[in-house]
């Protein structure tokens, strides 16, 4: 029975959180849209940063797309949601493989400071683009209904982690984290790593993309600023970091976490949200980097020599 736990507990999770809306309040179901988004990003950046090893701050920009996609599609061409979650996730297909091609042959510290800086261009390119609503942003048509919008974010999370799944299984998985572990001798391997790491920018992007798309008809009103905004794209980090990169349902449970925490912190102390995150940082790579996921499995058996090692391994 304990073998057969893993493979029994999320499907029935999948189940009890489909079934969530029909018997609760419009408050839960809206938080519940919100965090499963979140969920859904923070896994999406798992595919980068957590199995590729590349910590992208591009992933808002990716989010933006899915945003802009979905509402210029709607209200400018008068097309249906579905299509315009379709514009949004090509748009980002094609995005990153532009933008990943010449970018992703960056490592570490200059990837991540190159690609910091894209949600500002691109936000200011949006600004300026009539199509795109300028500095107004555009309104959606309003539709009522939230529960809809909470099962398709619970359906795009599901997926999300599906891939994710086949990741850690198959050889193009492996491939990533050789990359992740030292790209130089995953070349040497025969690796591509070029042609491994766009695709994997690409899988990461197209669901952020969906998720904005999700987003932006839930929210139907959208404009430069929000949608691509850079403090999004570090929560999708320190949620995946905190539950565990690189691993399957790490993300997840760091999403639902530290977004049911800054919830009830928002609620009593608005101004404790922010420094709560903060701590985040400091606690998850410090005392655990492999995140929850990784601290469950050992704790039992190291005790307080986990965080203790931890601290040496970090040389403070």
């Not at 009522?144 to 999370?157: Q, S, V």
């Amino acid at each position: 029975m304990r073998k057969a736990l893993p493979w029994i507990l999320p499907p029935l999770v999948v189940v009890i959180l489909a079934a969530l809306p029909w018997f609760a309040s419009p408050t839960i179901i809206q938080f519940g849209i919100s965090t499963l988004i979140l969920a859904t990003l923070s896994q999406s950046w798992n595919i980068i940063g957590g199995y590729t090893g590349y910590a992208s701050f591009g992933n808002s920009v990716f989010y933006g797309l899915g945003i802009y996609g979905t509402a210029v599609a709607m209200v400018q061409f008068g097309l249906p949601f579905w299509v315009g979650m379709l514009v949004g996730g090509l748009l980002s297909v094609v995005f990153a493989v532009l933008l990943g091609l010449p970018v992703l042959r960056l490592r570490g510290h200059y990837f991540a400071i190159a690609t910091l800086a894209l949600a500002q261009v691109m936000s200011a390119i949006v600004s300026n683009v009539q199509v795109a609503g300028g500095n107004q942003g555009l309104v959606l048509p309003l539709f009522r209904g939230d529960k809809m919008f909470y099962e398709l974010a619970l359906g795009l999370l599901v997926l999300a982690t599906l891939t994710v799944f086949w990741l850690s299984r198959s050889r193009f998985g492996f491939g990533l984290i050789s990359i992740r572990e030292d790209e130089d001798a995953a070349a040497v391997m025969g690796v591509n790593t070029t042609y491994y790491k766009v695709i994997a920018f690409a899988l990461s992007g197209v669901f952020t993309a969906l998720a904005g798309g999700i987003h932006a008809y839930w929210i139907t009103f959208v404009e430069p600023e929000s949608a691509f905004d850079i403090t999004l794209n570090v929560k999708m980090i320190i949620m995946a970091v905190f539950g565990g990169p690189g691993s399957v349902f790490g993300p997840i449970v760091g999403a639902f976490v530290l977004q049911s925490v800054s919830e009830i912190l928002a609620t009593k102390i608005s101004s404790l949200a922010g420094l709560f995150f903060g701590l985040v940082i400091v606690v998850a790579v410090v005392f655990m980097p492999k995140g929850l996921i990784d601290l469950r499995k050992r704790i039992g058996r190291l005790g307080w020599r986990y965080f203790t090692r931890n601290v040496k391994e970090n040389r403070l």
